[in-house]
């Protein structure tokens, strides 16, 4: 499975940008696939922003409810992170996440290469 990644930027607090993660190689075989974006800011953990599933069930990190969207195009296996309301503290690098889970299998993950992304206060 590949990645690619694109959308990241510098932008003013306050304003918004979208990222975007295509991948390629999926097969039916790998199972339920969930898609997501994870972001690491220097020092800190890598954590989870936003998840969706195939159905597009989505879970979002506290910290980015009501300013951030996912969203998915199974067709293209494409998912997107519509950013809004950005502040200071969303700056980091953003990775884009792939997950295959099959029935008593252990998930599988793959990690795009990530994006940066700055917000200037």
């Known amino acids: 499975v590949q990645l690619v990644e694109s959308g990241g930027g510098l932008v003013q607090a306050g304003g918004s940008l979208r990222l975007s993660c295509a991948a390629s190689g999926i097969t039916p075989s790998m199972g339920e696939i969930t898609m997501g974006w994870f972001r690491q800011a220097p020092g800190k953990e890598r954590e989870l922003v936003a998840t969706i599933t195939r159905g597009a069930r989505t879970n979002y990190a506290d910290s980015v409810k009501g300013r951030f969207t996912i969203s998915r195009d199974n067709a293209k296996n494409t998912v997107y992170l519509q950013m809004n309301s950005l502040k200071p503290e969303d700056a980091a690098v953003y990775y884009c996440?792939?997950?295959?889970?099959?029935?008593?299998?252990?998930?599988?993950?793959?990690w795009g290469q990530g994006t940066q992304v700055t917000v200037s206060s």
């Open positions: 996440n792939v997950e295959g889970r099959r029935p008593f299998d252990t998930p599988r993950t793959w």
